[in-house]
């Protein structure tokens, strides 16, 4: 599907262990974030991710930490169902 795909709908423990699977390691965790790390072609790419006990990330959220991951909708889902 071209342009906008629906995203899945999960919680943020689902996410982080998603990304860990791309290679994002835990760099801290702190109250109810994540701090997920990567080290990319030399740049080194550092982000929050929300985990409050199953609670579904909202869209916009989603949509902003895979930008700074680079990943597209699809391989996320790849990646969950690994």
Do not use: C, N, Y
Request: proline share 5%; glycine share 12%; net charge positive.
């Amino acid at each position: 599907m071209d342009g906008f795909q629906r995203l899945p709908r999960i919680t943020g423990e689902e996410l982080v262990k998603a990304l860990q699977k791309a290679g994002f390691e835990i760099a801290r965790r702190k109250g109810g974030h994540v701090q997920l790390r990567k080290v990319v072609e030399g740049r080194k790419i550092t982000f929050p991710v929300p985990v409050h006990k199953g609670k579904i990330l909202k869209p916009g959220t989603l949509r902003g930490i895979l930008r700074l991951a680079g990943l597209s909708v699809t391989e996320l889902e790849e990646l969950l169902r690994r």
